[in-house]
């Protein structure tokens, strides 16, 4: 955000202020009430925002960096090299659930729908039409992705100098 922040010519240190959500991320009280002017969200949170009139998308993070990751598959390096099969079972799973969802949305929204009974079918089609399509389920690791997250951390200063993505990943474990 600091990023983006600054390369829009705002400082993010004097022109914004932030607050820590916690336990309040999966909420919209903070937008509703005005507390809260801006905030990064994730699905189906921002179609129920939408769908309730409480926010609207400004700019989806796909169009500032088109592949980032949000979340990564990660296992302990010990267990890697300890339990490559059991590893391969765990991520099979993984991988035909997520090609499932993509392949029968309809029924995705069912069962999002009977889970998180608090969200309109509406919103959750909506979040699904959203997500579904750029879902990794080829089962390959997205290094251009992890290139875009590397390149943002060592732009913020998270981390001391540039890693090699190639080098942060361990595909001994994967058939």
């Avoid at 750029?134 to 981390?159: F, H, K, P, Q």
């Amino acid at each position: 955000m600091q990023l983006e922040l600054a390369r829009a010519g705002l400082d993010p240190e004097q022109d914004v202020t932030y607050r820590e959500l916690r336990e309040d991320y999966l909420r919209l009280d903070g937008l509703a009430s005005g507390l809260v002017s801006a905030q990064l969200a994730l699905e189906p949170l921002v179609s129920v925002g939408e769908q309730r009139g409480v926010l609207r998308i400004v700019e989806p993070v796909s169009r500032v960096k088109s592949k980032f990751h949000w979340g990564l598959l990660v296992a302990r390096e010990g267990f890697i090299a300890e339990q490559p099969v059991l590893l391969q079972k765990l991520l099979r799973p993984y991988l035909k659930g997520a090609q499932y969802c993509v392949a029968h949305p309809d029924d995705t929204k069912t069962l999002l729908c009977d889970v998180m009974p608090a969200y309109e079918p509406a919103a959750i089609e909506q979040a699904l039409s959203r997500a579904l399509p750029i879902w990794n389920t080829s089962g390959l690791i997205d290094m251009g992705g992890l290139g875009n997250a590397v390149e943002t951390m060592r732009e913020l200063d998270a981390i001391p100098r540039y890693l090699n993505p190639e080098a942060l990943v361990d595909l001994s474990a994967l058939p």
